[in-house]
């Protein structure tokens, strides 16, 4: 068992039907989704051929559906004091989860909300390359990408790269080690929130963006060429949570 602090480890969604999710998630990507108990409840587990990747909950009606993610700390209690003492406001304060783990839900100084995780069982080891149909990055956008950072690197021991997005902005590259781990931007639109948007690895990008769409999807950036890295597209999923897709360039051999 071992854990991987500042890997996003886990990705869940909630909405206020649990049953239309799965439905449109097992088509589009193949998923398939199993119950199991926590606690005295249960629990929707998203897997990816025999692999556990996530959940869907069941969200209180009048709230926004959406996915959140879950990052990986050595101590969850430590974490999210920590988090608080940096700007962040707490959500969920620091909860046990049957016999699985230990979480916290919180949002940055920026607006953007996560979780803190801390696993039982340890993480899943970082497999390269990524599995169709497993999440392949996980991307903050955020009005004040300099505060945002800041919070990352202080309170999660972050290190970065950058990339020159031109026009005077910069993408940060997340780093634990030589490990990348997330992005960071400023928000390119003013239509596009403060967030966390996973992204899930797919073999045919255009092919997932037009299956999504006659699955009742919307599109909210169409199929697009990152030079380098791959081609994406961010949808809006039927219950109003937003989701991207990435069909990365081939590894070299």
């Given at each position: 068992m071992s854990h991987l602090p500042g890997k996003f480890v886990w990705f869940e969604h909630a909405s206020p039907d649990v049953a239309r999710a799965r439905r449109f998630y097992e088509d589009l990507f193949g998923w398939h989704v199993e119950t199991?108990?926590?606690?005295?409840?249960?629990?929707?587990?998203?897997?990816?051929?025999?692999?556990?990747?996530?959940?869907?909950?069941?969200?209180?009606?009048?709230?926004?559906?959406?996915w959140i993610s879950y990052l990986s700390v050595p101590d969850v209690d430590q974490a999210h004091a920590a988090a608080l003492a940096a700007g962040a406001r707490s959500t969920l304060a620091p909860t046990d989860f049957g016999d699985v783990g230990r979480g916290a839900h919180i949002v940055d100084p920026t607006g953007a909300a996560f979780a803190l995780w801390t696993g039982t069982q340890g993480d899943r080891p970082d497999v390269v390359p990524t599995p169709v149909g497993d999440w392949y990055w996980n991307e903050l956008t955020t009005a004040d990408e300099r505060k945002a950072l800041a919070f990352y690197e202080t309170v999660f021991g972050y290190t970065h790269d950058t990339m020159d997005l031109g026009g005077g902005s910069t993408y940060y590259l997340l780093k634990t080690g030589d490990t990348m781990r997330g992005g960071l931007m400023r928000i390119p639109r003013p239509e596009v929130p403060t967030l966390w948007q996973p992204y899930v690895r797919v073999a045919d990008c255009d092919a997932s963006q037009a299956r999504a769409v006659s699955l009742g999807a919307q599109t909210l950036m169409p199929p697009t060429d990152i030079p380098e890295v791959g081609r994406f597209a961010v949808l809006l999923d039927p219950l109003g949570a937003s989701i991207a897709v990435i069909q990365p360039v081939p590894l070299p051999a």
């Open positions: 199991m108990p926590l606690g005295e409840q249960t629990y929707s587990m998203i897997m990816n051929g025999g692999d556990a990747i996530g959940g869907l909950r069941t969200l209180e009606a009048g709230l926004a559906s959406h």
